[in-house]
């Protein structure tokens, strides 16, 4: 499995960017998808994630809740993150990652539940 992620860049305080991870190699009957992003000099946390098994789950950290939307493509793996009115506490590289297993709610918004890592992609906010 690959994943490929795009979409960021740099925006001002306020702005939106949208965050695209497309998974390719196999096909996936179920999945979890989401993304982890870490800024300079801290951990690696969690951001949002979305859980397909025939229904649909999706799971956000609380700093992100009510501004990030994740969503999925019906036709491809693919997951979106829109991310609306941005501060500069968003500043950091957003990892894709993605677990073919049946994750539990307890699990999703642990990194150590995905086997499936992209490369990251820098997300800047700053004025």
């Known amino acids: 499995v690959q994943l490929q992620a795009s979409g960021g860049g740099l925006v001002q305080p306020g702005g939106s960017l949208r965050l695209s991870c497309a998974a390719s190699?196999?096909?996936?009957?179920?999945?979890?998808m989401g993304w982890f992003r870490q800024a300079p000099g801290k951990e690696r946390e969690f951001v949002a994630t979305?859980?397909?098994?025939?229904?649909?789950?999706?799971y956000y950290a609380d700093s992100v809740k009510g501004r990030f939307i994740i969503s999925r493509d019906n036709a491809k793996p693919t997951v979106y993150l829109q991310m609306n009115k941005l501060v500069p506490e968003d500043t950091a590289v957003y990892y894709c990652?993605?677990?073919?297993?049946?994750?539990?709610?307890?699990?999703?918004?642990?990194?150590?539940?995905?086997?499936?890592w992209g490369q990251g992609t820098q997300v800047t906010v700053s004025s």
């Open positions: 990652a993605m677990s073919t297993l049946g994750l539990i709610t307890s699990q999703v918004r642990r990194g150590e539940s995905y086997d499936y």
């Open positions: 979305f859980r397909w098994n025939g229904g649909t789950s999706t």
């Open positions: 190699g196999r096909t996936f009957s179920r999945f979890v």
